[in-house]
């Protein structure tokens, strides 16, 4: 019994990790460990950034571009927070539609490998 309760624990606290890259929203920059800006235009952005809707197609390569947004903190790799100001921001984004769209510059990818 003991042997399964501890199965099921570790189970829990592996599941976020295995199952897919998953970023936080938050409303806070202290809370935040990246700052985007969303740009309107592609040729300025430093990530190609595809939302994904499934926690199951988002990969654990930040670099690709495929990030699945939860709603609790805990399950998250990390959190970020979107910034109104184009100098305040650690990376420029651009939203994709499709997700063979995504895909980030060495910038980014510096960037994201630190969080």
Same mark, same amino acid.
């Given at each position: 019994?003991?042997?399964?309760?501890?199965?099921?624990?570790?189970?829990?606290?592996?599941?976020?990790?295995?199952?897919?890259?998953?970023? =936080?929203? #938050?409303? %806070?920059?202290? +809370?935040?460990?990246?700052?985007?800006?969303? $740009?309107? @235009?592609?040729?300025? !952005? *430093?990530?190609?950034?595809?939302?994904?809707?499934?926690?199951?197609?988002?990969?654990?390569?930040?670099?690709?571009?495929?990030? =699945?947004? #939860?709603? %609790?903190?805990? +399950?998250?790799?990390?959190?970020?927070?979107? $910034?109104? @100001?184009?100098?305040? !921001? *650690?990376?420029?984004?651009?939203?994709?539609?499709?997700?063979?769209?995504?895909?980030?510059?060495?910038?980014?990818?510096?960037?994201?490998?630190?969080?």
């Amino acid at each position: 019994m003991v042997c399964r309760i501890l199965l099921v624990l570790s189970l829990m606290t592996v599941a976020p990790i295995v199952s897919g890259q998953t970023v =936080y929203l #938050t409303d %806070y920059d202290s +809370e935040a460990d990246l700052i985007i800006y969303y $740009t309107d @235009y592609k040729t300025a !952005a *430093d990530l190609y950034l595809y939302i994904s809707p499934s926690r199951t197609e988002a990969n654990q390569n930040l670099c690709d571009g495929i990030w =699945y947004v #939860t709603r %609790y903190k805990l +399950e998250s790799t990390f959190s970020y927070r979107v $910034t109104e @100001y184009r100098s305040r !921001a *650690d990376i420029f984004v651009y939203r994709v539609s499709n997700k063979n769209q995504a895909s980030a510059n060495q910038k980014a990818c510096d960037i994201l490998s630190i969080q």
